[in-house]
């Protein structure tokens, strides 16, 4: 599970006592990796062999953001 939030939204009072009890009880059990996102892309970078690589189509098809191909 990967819980990754907006800077604009982290900080609302509303969802914040939620997140927080998440992540104690998602901490609590073994093997949960706590990381920032430039953690994360530095051990994708560092596995390339075992870490997955999607190849996508044009923004045209896919309509996420990038350079025509």
Same mark, same amino acid.
């Given at each position: 599970?990967?819980?990754s939030r907006h800077d604009y939204v982290s900080g609302q009072a509303d969802?914040?006592?939620?997140?927080d009890r998440l992540l104690t009880y998602a901490?609590?059990?073994?093997g949960i990796w706590?990381?920032?996102?430039?953690d994360v892309a530095r051990w994708a970078l560092?596995? &390339?062999t075992i870490a997955p $690589?999607?190849? &996508?189509?044009?923004?045209? $098809?896919?309509g996420l953001l990038?350079?025509?191909?």
């Open positions: 599970m990967m819980v969802g914040t006592r939620a997140l901490k609590s059990k073994p706590s990381v920032r996102k430039n560092e596995h &390339r $690589v999607y190849e &996508r189509g044009a923004p045209p $098809v896919t990038g350079l025509a191909a």
